[in-house]
């Protein structure tokens, strides 16, 4: 092989703020190993700022295109279509020594088959596979991931159980965010540093990492903030900003409502997000990778989440789904750590009440973090991004 010389090439693809973040942690692992194994990689992607920061060369920018549900992807449709387009043709003519998909469904799966067609010799990793094993409706999209995946890394036991069950070859490596979470601040230094006093409330506020969040679910967490606010005067709400495009739009909202709030600009750093969520009394936040990191970071939490109307009627009477958890705490185990209030649910009002009582209710808080300790034993050990990357890397030499 001329490996020794030339520099492996490994391209991964995955797509919005978290996909972003995870495939980050990912990179660095790998040219971590790769320098320690004395091999030369290096590494095109698609993904965001994070991954381009971490070394990789961007082929095209997802964090700002992805969605949840069927109306909601329609403006995303064109756009991916011809970022796929050019992907595809790109590796056609670049073909890579190694391909690693990050979660991304559709996108990913139709890059997937690409290569599994047109250039079946590359080995396709799957990392943080979609989440088949909980909202699955249907085996389709499940047997195209294990047909074409040469291997699948795990962060969630129940994935990897789910994969192997389909026939899958499976290595469970825990879950990243386990890595991610050893440089955190902890809350004291995290409220010196924003200014937060002894006897303020803070709340962390986390509305939208994607457009239709800003539509759907915005407007109802600022009025359950804005009731909060009503009946605790020295509240001040701390909101992290995901993206920059959303900041003019959160600005706003934040003067409709009369919010005590601070915006923070965290898009430079990962270090200011573990901030705000660190220094926080509660957080009330959308469903995603975030609530993780709210957890793991002992914050007491409320998990939001809405679609458009139209959109849960389809999935509900034409494609009959349902799924036991939405929020990935809850998913580790399947069990219910944290409230979770999905679209009917989700109203100012109920907001408010699981607010209030978290924030009140000690007995509630102290079992809720007790919780927490027993899902972060279940996420594995710490290594996770190294782990994968060796996984990764090994490939290479058999």
């Known amino acids: 092989m001329l490996h020794n010389t030339l520099p492996i090439r490994i391209f991964i693809s995955t797509g919005e703020v978290s996909g972003d973040l995870q495939g980050s942690l990912l990179i660095e692992a790998l040219f971590r190993q790769a320098k320690k194994a004395g091999i030369l990689i290096e590494?095109?992607?698609?993904?965001?700022?994070?991954?381009?920061?971490?070394?990789a060369l961007l082929l095209g920018n997802t964090t700002g295109i992805g969605s949840v549900g069927i109306l909601e992807s329609i403006p995303y449709i064109i756009p991916t279509y011809l970022m796929q387009k050019q992907v595809k043709h790109y590796l056609k003519e670049h073909p890579p020594d190694l391909v690693i998909l990050i979660d991304y469904m559709g996108p990913n799966i139709g890059i997937g088959n690409f290569i599994k067609h047109n250039l079946p010799t590359i080995p396709i990793f799957y990392y943080i596979a979609p989440q088949e094993w909980v909202w699955s409706i249907g085996s389709r999209s499940t047997a195209q991931i294990v047909k074409l995946t040469h291997r699948i890394l795990a962060i969630f036991p129940e994935e990897a159980r789910y994969f192997q069950s389909k026939g899958a070859k499976?290595?469970?490596?825990?879950?990243?965010?386990?890595?991610?979470?050893?440089?955190?601040?902890?809350?004291?230094?995290?409220?010196r540093k924003l200014g937060i006093q002894p006897?303020?409330?803070?709340?962390?506020?986390?509305?939208?990492?994607r457009w239709q969040e800003i539509k759907y679910l915005m407007p109802i967490l600022f009025e359950a903030a804005q009731q909060i606010q009503a009946k605790i005067p020295q509240v001040k709400?701390?909101?992290?900003?995901?993206?920059?495009?959303y900041k003019i739009a959160i600005e706003t909202a934040i003067k409709n409502y009369q919010l005590n709030a601070v915006l923070v600009s965290t898009t430079s750093s990962y270090y200011q997000t573990l901030e705000v969520l660190s220094a926080a009394d509660l957080a009330i936040t959308k469903s995603g990778t975030v609530n993780l990191e709210i957890a793991l970071l002992k914050v007491p939490q409320v998990v939001v989440y809405r679609v458009s109307a139209l959109t849960a009627w389809v999935a509900r009477h034409f494609l009959k789904f349902s799924i036991p958890f939405m929020s990935p705490t809850n998913l580790v185990q399947m069990q219910a750590i944290v409230p979770e209030l999905l679209q009917e649910k989700a109203t100012p009002e109920n907001i408010l009440q699981e607010a209030i009582e978290l924030l009140t209710n000690q007995q509630k808080r102290q079992e809720m973090l007790n919780q927490y300790q027993q899902m972060k034993?279940?996420?594995?050990?710490e290594g996770?991004?190294?782990?994968?990357?060796?996984e990764i890397l090994k490939s290479l030499s058999q």
Do not use: N, Y
């Open 384 to 390: 996770v991004c190294d782990r994968a990357a060796l």
């Open 377 to 381: 034993q279940a996420l594995g050990e």
């Open 237 to 245: 709400f701390w909101i992290p900003l995901s993206l920059p495009d």
């Open 199 to 209: 006897d303020e409330i803070a709340i962390a506020l986390l509305p939208a990492s």
């Open 170 to 191: 499976v290595t469970w490596v825990g879950h990243p965010l386990l890595d991610r979470m050893k440089m955190a601040p902890s809350r004291e230094e995290s409220r």
């Open 43 to 55: 590494i095109i992607a698609l993904g965001g700022e994070k991954m381009a920061a971490a070394g």
